[in-house]
């Protein structure tokens, strides 16, 4: 049901052009609040505001898969522009996993980063590191 929703919710934004400026780099600018709407205010260090002013890649972008293999649907609103690498080890939760850890490790809230695993296993960022003393 997410799904499809979300499919709604991206086709209505790509078919409405008064909602998308071309010449936006971030979602802040890229997509336009409604007529009658206003954007919230984020502080500076949220995790929101860090994703609304992330870069897009430009407007009408070809999609790629890990592969090098064009998406068969080209329906986005906006791309960001990240580097996904050449292996298949980013899907849907994982991009957004990868994101969130990028944030907290750009504000240095290392002890934050953490992943749950689905069998209850948790692995800490910290656990992760090298010690380098």
Not at 66 to 89: R, S
């Amino acid at each position: 049901m997410k799904a499809i929703i979300l499919i709604t919710v991206l086709l209505f934004i790509t078919s409405n052009t008064s909602l998308i400026n071309p010449a936006g780099t971030t979602i802040a600018t890229r997509i336009n609040v409604p007529k009658g709407y206003k954007r919230m205010e984020l502080d500076s260090t949220s995790f929101g505001y860090y994703l609304r002013n992330f870069p897009l890649k430009h407007h009408n972008s070809t999609v790629y898969q890990y592969d090098g293999a064009e998406k068969y649907a080209q329906v986005y609103a906006a791309v960001l522009d990240i580097d996904v690498g050449t292996k298949d080890l980013q899907q849907c939760a994982d991009a957004v996993m990868r994101l969130r850890a990028e944030y907290l490790y750009k504000r240095k809230l290392y002890d934050k980063i953490h992943f749950n695993f689905t069998n209850g296993f948790i692995v800490e960022f910290k656990n992760g590191q090298k010690d380098t003393e």
